[in-house]
């Protein structure tokens, strides 16, 4: 997704929720406009004001108070709400002493993690799955170590039961990418993970939200 500046404004007269929705935001690497809370917003897809606030923007606002301090699920909320939340969550996962991890919204990147253990990536992993919204999410694992595999896989059924796990080989991802210069190796090659389709181990069952 090509984010224009003018798809998210900040409106609010409240300069300590003004200062940490653009901190958030750029944390998050989102371009915005900031605006007047009384001006013409028409050319703004999304509005990120305060809750006592909201009630002047209408079905296009976003409260400061909803919005989650992981940089990656905060991007996640936005960008699912300008897409209408029907794209799918896309999970890379690189087993081994250290688990890189991709998350991916469509084809707009979330979050990048190095973690050090299988409970920590699916405790995250989760964390994803229930602050954003989205159509399906579908986790795929590489095969390469295929011990931390297979906890990786059983962690995830229990913590995200509604997702679909894939098992994936892995063989060529860790090869370098010019395209991902400066990411670490283990979450370049988790990214690559993400798009290579690979064994359904687990079907999940349907997701509820909305």
């Known amino acids: 997704m090509i984010f224009q500046v003018n798809r998210i404004c900040v409106a609010t007269s409240k300069a300590r929720a003004y200062y940490a929705i653009v901190s958030r935001l750029r944390r998050a690497g989102l371009p915005f406009a ?85 409970g920590a990536v699916c405790s995250r992993v989760g964390a994803f799955a229930r602050g954003v919204p989205s159509s399906r999410l579908l986790v795929r694992v590489g095969n390469g170590n295929k011990p931390m595999a297979s906890k990786l896989v059983d962690g995830l059924r229990r913590e995200v039961p509604g997702a679909i796990i894939e098992v994936v080989d892995e063989s060529g991802t860790s090869t370098g990418s010019r395209r991902m210069k400066g990411v670490q190796k283990d979450q370049v090659s988790a990214a690559r993970i993400a798009f290579r389709k690979g064994e359904v181990v687990s079907h999940g069952t349907p997701r509820t939200r909305g």
């Open 34 to 118: 900031s605006v007047l809370p009384d001006s013409d917003l028409q050319d703004c897809d999304l509005v990120l004001t305060t809750a006592d606030e909201i009630g002047q923007f209408g079905g296009r606002a976003f409260a400061l108070e909803d919005l989650n301090e992981n940089p990656g699920i905060f991007k996640g909320q936005l960008v699912s709400r300008l897409v209408g939340r029907s794209e799918v969550m896309l999970v890379g996962v690189d087993p081994g002493k250290r688990i890189g991890l991709a998350i991916f919204y469509g084809q707009t990147k979330l979050a990048f993690n190095t973690l050090d253990s299988a």
